[in-house]
Nanobody, 126 residues
Framework: QVQLVESGGGSVQTGGSLRLSCAAS????????MAWFRQAPGKEREGVAG????????AYADSVKGRFTISQDNAKNTLYLQMNSLKPEDTTTYYC???????????????????WGQGTQVTVSS
């Protein structure tokens, strides 16, 4: 059974930083992709950053390029999202997601991901 547990959310001021973590269990040793999504109230879930855990190829939404960095620690089965230069518009709930994927694939389409965490809240005040 796959479980994804996010942590690291909180409240920061504009320009501040946070690092989100996603502890994963039940995933195979290879052949899967992971991603961070976010969803504001009344809006669709948006893909923020993704990584192919085999090739370490990454993808980012334009809105976070240059500010957010996705990474993984295979030894700890943990996914990270380092968020710098945070803006009020980054305020929302962030979700960790995982799916089986081929080596050449990386994507930020919600429907491609099968496993989801419960989310962690990020609040950026001006």
């Amino acid at each position: 059974q796959v479980q994804l547990v996010e942590s690291g959310g909180g409240s920061v001021q504009t320009g501040g930083s946070l690092r989100l973590s996603c502890a994963a269990s039940g995933l195979p040793s290879s052949g899967y992709c992971m991603a961070w999504f976010r969803q504001a109230p009344g809006k669709e879930r948006e893909g923020v950053a993704g990584i192919n855990t085999g090739t370490t190829k990454t993808a980012y939404a334009d809105s976070v390029k240059g500010r957010f960095t996705i990474s993984q620690d295979n030894a700890k089965n943990t996914l990270y999202l380092q968020m710098n230069s945070l803006k009020p518009e980054d305020t929302t709930t962030y979700y960790c997601a995982a799916t089986m994927c081929r080596a050449w694939w990386i994507g930020l389409v919600e429907s491609f991901y099968n496993y989801w965490g419960q989310g962690t809240q990020v609040t950026v005040s001006s």
